[in-house]
């Protein structure tokens, strides 16, 4: 009987074998590889001058403490602008900076507030220690 069985799903795998449709033999002609980069598709305008801008932003939150901010303008080689932090002591710290032609970086750096540093509460506490060594 297990004799018949197998003969019979051997017969039905063989049949379903030939109804299933035969994909084409893999080709391995494949065209070498193309390493030239396309060109950019981007029409930017070009600069006409010394560089014009101006720009601030500021993040303030709460939960987290964080406090930060940066604004700045610049006319062609003249350049000022500020920026602060919140200290992880709790003061602010403020910069304030100046770049005139080839003068080079002149910053001012000021703090507002008293550091703190509050004594831990809580802290940690070591797990008792259990009889088993």
């Not at 074998?17 to 080709?27: I, K, T």
Request: glycine share 10%; aromatic share 14%.
């Amino acid at each position: 009987m297990a004799l018949k069985v197998a003969f019979f799903a051997a017969v039905a795998v063989i049949s379903v074998s030939a109804d299933s449709p035969r994909l084409p033999a893999p080709s391995y002609n494949a065209p070498a590889p193309s390493y030239r980069a396309p060109s950019p598709s981007y029409n930017a305008p070009a600069a006409t001058g010394p560089a014009k801008y101006d720009f601030n932003y500021a993040v303030k939150d709460d939960y987290s403490g964080n406090d930060f901010g940066h604004q700045e303008s610049r006319d062609g080689y003249n350049t000022q602008g500020s920026y602060y932090v919140q200290l992880p002591d709790g003061r602010l710290q403020k910069v304030t900076y100046t770049v005139n032609g080839d003068s080079g970086y002149v910053a001012e750096v000021s703090y507002e507030g008293e550091a703190q540093y509050p004594q831990p509460s809580g802290g940690y506490q070591p797990a008792p220690k259990s009889g088993y060594a």
